[in-house]
């Protein structure tokens, strides 16, 4: 059987001592398109061109993940001293130094729209939900509209690629009743990803069903025909629940329209997901059994979420993600490592040296979680030869600077990954003042992703990157 | 069509009337187009200019709310600005205490005002306002699908969580659909199906024989000799033993000394100096007594221990002679010991009818399931099944009381088709067997999913979608290798995935002539009703009485009915879970031992705190004696204060602490007492866990129960709570500030505006020396250096400070690290309070009116699923003239609802209703709730 090479895949020396069948799985989805884009008709320009969309030049899968922690981080603790190549890392990122050529500390970039002005307090909410957006929140508890989020737009151009468009993962085991921040809806505050401006992706926050989401139910062996069965069972409805949300809709005013709307696009991606399931063969089925559920310690928690995560990149099951590891205003304790106090709690610290330091811890071990991910990362070969880490381009960061003072401008980011070579990391970049939708552009671009003019408050390209 | 009862409207007018405006009344009747300029400058602003114009006027701008710049009629007609002023005149935020006040008279008038021109209401037909189509929650899809078809499936576990806009998890807008959501609807509604509608008529007859109905025939407890004293004691080995020979009894044991405990064991002596020094370890405890317990029946299964002979038997009767099998159900039990493993084994044989199926060695293995099956050749009659246990080598040092629990031998058979049964539940689904022809299984199919989509859309169900489900399910039955029932369960599914499952789909009546809103259809009110009382679809009563055009007339009798069914419990525990959170009380952090330090301030625990954070990171080699010495000191205080009892919140605790809660508002419910109890009251309900916490003497057992408080008790009503208390506090400690804006927020309805950007630092205000020596109430009386933070602080501290007698945890307290508690403290509206129990009867009684407006607003907000808008005031004031007469009776509170406009109305379907000469909102949405200050003028 001939497998047609993807032309634009330049064809590295490392190309011949890879996985060839690994290597064919990862690039399956491009082989598979031209037949796969008659049910994307709308997506037919972006079909023809897949074989440069979310992919590295050496024709490995191209992974974006955005991976956000709460409450920002003490800004003394956190920024490195020197210059941009021989910087040194200061207390709260002191994990990455075996990673230091890894990553790229990015300085200066801001979220002008997670500001206050005339909407006033509400910080926490407006640094998650315009984290990714890039767009002011409209204020309320019940007319929520933020904008798409970067990790959309991309996944609307490349998501036809993988199983899944994108993945949403969060570490927020429980949501506190009553109000959340200062009258905005608790959609806000919990959500990254947008789907739309009135569509947030509720992310899942159980590793059980992560894992069976990307490999079906049951025992290694048994998940594929699992995962299939579960389709066709899926596929058996579709059709009657398409008709009776026609029957609906109808029948509705507009705001009633618009929630219809979400359930038919539900409805869409999974005649997908079954369409792609056809596509791409038979499941992938980890050798590994199935994350009983949420563990009881946070450092178990997050590890097995990144655990998920670099697993659903590493099967090539999607290509986007997104990772809430505690919503911005975030107030658990931090027993694992002696904190008794709650985290936002502390974060408004009064100056006070103790709760600095208790911050700081925090802020370190957040990082410290990140940093153990990336090694993973790092150790783990991809289709090419290269290193999983080495393809993908992971931006950790929070949507607050310093959490005492709710500012969001020079916003800790770290962009970790070389994205398949396109980046340069191992240095300390300061950007000046610029949006961080700037960046997000640039990634954007890298990805594939064309025609994209501004995004959110966007003023051009981030360069240097 | 219900009519409000008059209660409101007369106090209106009758308020009108007293305070003599007839003149400017009239004119209002009729709302008009746009307020008159002429009026309000007549009537309304030489009041504002006397009582608000010194903040609000004059170029002065408060808050970003200037009242003296209306230049035309248009503009007075500001429903965002004037809901505002109209809370906060209402609850006499406004003016402030320490000016001039606003005379009754004059207030009522500006409020009539307000309602009528500032905001253009029409009292006579209130704006039943807008609603979106409302999907089910995560709790009301699992009590649905209960009350639906018997299954409880978990959706706290399978489902993502729902997002939640004014405090509630049920507001249609905020509720959205993900596709992530979408495949979840699709997988639950198979795997409830699944679980619960047969797919085959019939089935091989299957007949558990549960383990308690295994008779014990013979068993021996006699305790053998103990082993020789010289075996080493801590291994649990006792290689060599010779047991003596046992006393055989032949007949079941019920009372002879089964378990005694072998005495004189002596420890081996250890000399003096040797063996306890070396590890540090302390000695091994002493071996159990060996014992030989009898099989113990526990509820549905008997167990077999390991140490003793026995033999259990049951007999069981076939009628008819053929195949069998018998599936054998074991579960190998120990209890847990640290370190310590018991080397017992034994040996099962299971025989039927004599003859011998299973001869199988245990070991311990704690909690592994054994499954074991046979196939026998029966005749019908009696048939005899026995297990025999056989101790091997039973002198072993018994750590671990190793069990083989019994739950059952199922027993399958005969596998000849003619005896084949209908499988279990099948009736419940399939009333009849299906038809043989293909138009009867046609109808039968019709006749079934017909009636239950109705069921399951909660309302009458048109001819094509049931041609539709009908088809699907001929989709499958259709095919030969299927089942008719396969098909039906097919289309069930169809339908808990659909769209009209899922989403609550409303029609309304026609509209009325010389009406201006519709009301809802009677399967609509029924769904209203049930997701209200129930947080569940309408039982069938409501929607026969819907179907029969009938549910408007017997409203009364159905609420009373819907409030006494055990269902209601659902509003009780979804209401107050999330009105006063006490849902979070099973999980909030709080940390026990922070807290007692806190309350018993230790210094030398201090010390050792810091001798250890000091001494930490030096290494054991590098310290002078001097320093391991007093490293050494450290351990041993933090060991001595470890093993000291703290209070903690334990599991068993949370839960008593949310029943109590739960059960003193479904009290007030069920008895119809006065609302005011949940503020002030002289009982509650505690079990002995809850007790013990709150010092109260004389409870005993598990079971919750209404208590009197003794009069000088502080606790009684939702303050003292231990849910509130632990909710609003810090991990360690308590929050004076999240407690004050707790009680403004959830009791009197006037939550403060949230805190500006770029607090400034405590530092700021004190240094920082000086702000270590100070106490809470101190550090907190800094926000008074502040015009911005003194504001708001001064409304919410004091309420806050109140209860700083109740620690993180709601334990009763007299001091905060180390300083006696203050709890007195003022209102900003004036009233001076000694303590907790004088604050609660301060809001009880002079501030009545601001609480019966927050549950009323906060309630209506829970069953109608949507925020409050200015256009709702009409509707609250009328509720609450109604609950104010009653006493404050929830009755009234919950006939007011359900009775109100917005419950029973809608506007009519799509058509605007901005035009004629009333100015209906459009989707712009003025939230009443939040008194926030925005920065506004009348320019923007």
Partial sequence: MHFPTPSSARVTPSFAEMNRRHFLRGVGACIALPAFSSLLPSRMLAAQAAAQLATTPTGAPLRTAFVVFPNG?????????????????????????????????????????????????????????????????????????????????????????????????????????????????????????????????????????????????????????????????????????????????????????????????????????IQKAEQFGPNVDPDRPTPPGIPTRQADYVEIMYDMLLLAFKTDSTRVATFVLGHDGDNRSFSDIGIAEGHHDLSHHQNNQERIDKVAQIDRWYAEQFAKFLGKMDATEDVDGKSLLHNSRILYGSGNADGNRHTHDNLPLILAGAGGGALAPGRYVQHGTQPLTNLFLSLADSAGVKKLERFGDSTGRLGNV | ??????????????????????????????????????????????????????????????????????????????????????????????????????????????????????????????????????????????????????????????????DSGHGFDNIADVLTVSPMLLERYLDAAQTIVAGKVPVVSRVVPEVSIPGRRFATVRVDTTVPAPPKPETPVAAPMAEGAVPAPAVKSETPIAATVAQVAVAGIPAPAAPPGRGRGRSGRPPPPPPPPMTRPAPLIENEV??????????????????????????????????????????????????????????????????????????????????????????????????????????????????????????????????????????????FARELLGAFAARAYRRPVDPATVDRLVAVAEGVFGETKNTFEAGIAQAMVAVLASPRFLFREEDVLPLQPGETYVQVEDHALA???????????????????????????????QMRRL???????????????QWLQARDILTVPINGNDVFLRDNASSDYDKARATFSRLRGKPESERTPAEQEEMNEARRLFTEFNARPKPQLTEPLRRAMQQETEMVFAHILKEDRSLLELIESDYTFVNDVLATHYGIADVKGGAMRKIQLAPESPRGGVLTQGTVLAVTSNPTRTSPVKRGVFILEAILGTPPAPPPPNIPSLEDAAPAAKLKTMSLRETLALHATDPKCASCHSRMDPLGLALENFNALGTWRTTDAGQPVQAAGKLITGEAFADVRELKHILATAHRRDFYYCLTEKLLTYALGRGLEYYDTITVDRIVAQLEASGGKPSVLLRGIVESAPFQQRRPPATSLATGNRSVPAAESTSMAPLTHRPRTLSD
């Fill in chain 2, 1 to 162: 069509m219900l009519r409000f009862q008059g209660s409101a409207s007369f106090s209106l007018t009758s308020s009108l009337r007293k305070f003599g405006w007839a003149a400017l009344l009239l004119p209002l009747l009729a709302p008009a187009a746009e307020p008159s300029l002429e009026t309000f400058r007549r009537e309304i602003q030489p009041v504002l200019a006397k009582y608000c114009f010194d903040c609000h006027g004059g170029g002065v701008a408060k808050g970003g709310v200037t009242l003296d710049e209306f230049s035309t009629a248009a503009a007075l007609r500001d429903p965002k600005l004037w809901s505002h002023a109209l809370r906060n005149v209402r609850a006499g935020i406004m003016p402030p205490a320490d000016e001039a006040a606003l005379p009754p008279a004059d207030a009522e008038k500006l409020m009539q005002w307000i309602k009528l021109e500032g905001m253009g209401l029409d009292p006579a037909k209130p704006d039943p306002g807008r609603v979106t189509v409302r999907r089910l929650n995560r709790v009301e899809y699992r009590n649905t699908i209960r009350d639906l078809l018997g299954v409880d499936f978990d959706t706290q576990k399978e489902f993502p969580a729902d």
């Fill in chain 2, 563 to 577: 409030l006494g069914d055990r269902r209601a419990l659902e509003l009780v525990r979804n209401f107050t879970g």
């Fill in chain 2, 302 to 443: 008997v167990e077999l221990s390991y140490y003793t002979p026995a033999l259990v038997a049951a007999t069981h009767r076939v009628e008819h002679a053929g195949k069998y099998q018998l599936i054998v159900d074991l579960t190998t039990r120990e209890r847990y010991q640290d370190n310590l493993f018991d080397l017992n084994r034994c040996r099962l044989i299971v025989r039927a009818d004599g003859q011998t199926l299973l001869e199988q060695d245990f070991v311990r293995e704690g909690g592994k399931k054994f499954e074991f099956s046979f196939d026998r050749d029966w005749v019908a009659g009696d048939h005899e099944i026995s297990f025999e246990i056989v101790p091997v080598d039973p002198q072993k040092i018994q750590f671990r009381n190793l069990r083989l629990r019994l739950n059952a031998v199922v027993v399958r058979g005969p596998f000849d088709p003619q005896h084949y049964v209908k499988p279990k539940g099948y009736e419940a689904i399939f009333p009849r067997d299906p038809p043989a022809d293909v138009a009867g299984r046609r109808a």
């Fill in chain 2, 527 to 557: 769904s209203r009703l049930s997701y209200f009382f129930w947080s569940s679809m309408p039982d069938a009563e409501l929607l026969r009485l819907a179907g029969e055009g009938r549910l408007r007339a017997e409203l009364p009798a």
């Fill in chain 1, 73 to 273: 981080a003490i800004p003394a603790r956190w920024w490195p001293e020197g210059g941009r190549d021989d910087f040194k890392l200061n207390a709260t990122l002191a994990a990455f130094e075996p990673l230091r050529k890894r990553i790229q500390v990015l300085g200066g970039l801001e979220h002008a729209n997670a500001v206050g002005g005339k909407d006033g307090a509400g910080d926490h909410a407006r640094g998650n939900g315009v984290f990714l957006t890039g767009v002011r929140l409209n204020k309320s508890a019940t007319d929520v509209r933020a904008g798409i989020s970067i990790d959309q737009v991309i996944a609307n151009d490349i998501g036809h690629l993988t199983r899944l468009p994108s993945l949403e993962l969060s570490c927020d085991a429980l949501r506190k009743s009553g109000d959340c921040d200062s009258g905005y809806s608790c959609a806000y505050q919990y959500n990254i990803a947008w789907q739309s401006a009135t569509t947030p992706l509720t992310p899942e926050n159980n590793p059980r069903l992560v894992f069976e989401r990307l490999f079906g139910a049951g025992a290694h062996g048994e998940r594929a025909e699992n995962a299939r069965r579960r389709m066709l069972a899926r596929r058996s409805v579709l059709d009657f629940v398409m008709d009776d949300a026609r029957h609906l809709q109808a029948r509705l005013g507009g705001n009633d329209r618009e929630k219809l709307d979400q359930y038919l696009t539900g409805v869409r991606d999974v005649e997908q997901r």
